[in-house]
Nanobody
Framework: QVHLVESGGGSVQAGGSLRLSCAVS????????ITWFRQDPAKEREGVAS??????????TDSLKGRFSISRDNTNGKNTVYLQMNSLKPEDAALYYC?????????????????WGQGTQVTVSS
């Protein structure tokens, strides 16, 4: 069993930055891929960034890769995955979720993930 809790969301102006955190607990945390998804009420849930057990990141689009950065910190008992978001745009506004999956086939397919947090809201004003 893996438990995830997101934090760090908020309201910023376009061009601003936020850092989201995903605190992960569970006996097998280090064997799971952790991925950030986001969902606007008018759209389907979409992938943002993912990081595997070895710390190798992947991004859903090149545009996100240039503005967002995912990392994980397993030191000193801290099991946290971060999403640093820079140069935020109004279209980045959404509810951001982190998810954990052990046997992920398609990295940005939500159904491949067994565990989900409750989400943290990001609002970007123009």
């Amino acid at each position: 069993q893996v438990h995830l809790v997101e934090s760090g969301g908020g309201s910023v102006q376009a061009g601003g930055s936020l850092r989201l955190s995903c605190a992960v607990s569970g006996d097998t945390y280090n064997s799971h891929r952790i991925t950030w998804f986001r969902q606007d009420p008018a759209k389907e849930r979409e992938g943002v960034a993912s990081i595997n057990r070895y710390g190798i990141p992947q991004y859903y689009t090149d545009s996100l890769k240039g503005r967002f950065s995912i990392s994980r910190d397993n030191t000193n008992g801290k099991n946290t995955v971060y999403l640093q978001m820079n140069s935020l745009k109004p279209e980045d506004a959404a509810l951001y979720y982190c998810a954990a999956g052990e046997s992920v086939v398609y990295i940005f397919r939500p159904n491949d993930y067994q565990y989900w947090g409750q989400g943290t809201q990001v609002t970007v004003s123009s």
